[in-house]
């Protein structure tokens, strides 16, 4: 069971992330289906998410999303420029729960927070060119595609291009 709830979406909630998480985050992050899609791409073990959960040092917000009481991804404000009011937005979502706008929901939510409760000026992301849903995610609470990154990654063989998004504040619309 997850734990306390941080935030609230219209149908998620977003919970810090702790012990008992560790073994959704490992088969989560493994995933055939989710790993290539990130820029992981080594298994990881059970140890290797203990040491990531508690090695965050303030410099991100890393939240578990939950649907009805269970887990359903991840999610996460980091890379925090203070100075320039900048923060850049991750997540995954369980292949099993997608498509049910889970993503959409948390994205929104914690975008919000960032936007209001740490003052950020503007949230970034990156998504693969193969990866429509993620850009749709993005695309859907405001966020605007602002460049290419020209063969930034190499995934399963293959050169591809990252797709960088941005919103700022006052295009935000919670």
């Known amino acids: 069971m997850p734990g306390p709830v941080f935030l609230r979406g219209e149908s998620v909630t977003l919970h810090p992330q702790g012990e008992d998480d560790v073994q959704f985050l490992q088969r989560l992050i493994n995933h055939p289906d989710v790993w290539p899609s990130l820029t992981s791409v080594e298994p990881l073990t059970e140890a ?5 959960i508690e090695d965050t040092d303030g410099d991100s917000v890393d939240l578990l999303v939950c649907a009805d009481g269970e887990r359903v991804g991840t999610m996460g404000l980091n890379r925090f420029n203070e100075t ?3 923060a850049e ?7 099993e729960a997608q498509g049910n ?10 975008v919000r927070y960032g936007f209001e409760d740490r003052r950020l000026h503007k949230v970034a992301a990156r998504v693969f060119e193969t990866n429509p849903a993620s850009q749709r995610v993005l695309e859907k609470i405001g966020f605007r595609r602002e460049g290419v990154m020209r063969e930034q990654a190499y995934v399963r063989g293959e050169r591809l291009d990252v797709l960088r998004y941005g919103l700022l504040a006052e295009e935000f619309e919670a």
């Open 101 to 110: 706008g889970y993503a959409t929901d948390a994205a929104r939510r914690l």
């Open 84 to 86: 320039w009011g900048v």
């Open 89 to 95: 937005l991750g997540y995954m979502i369980d292949p």
């Open 48 to 52: 290797d998410e203990r040491e990531w």
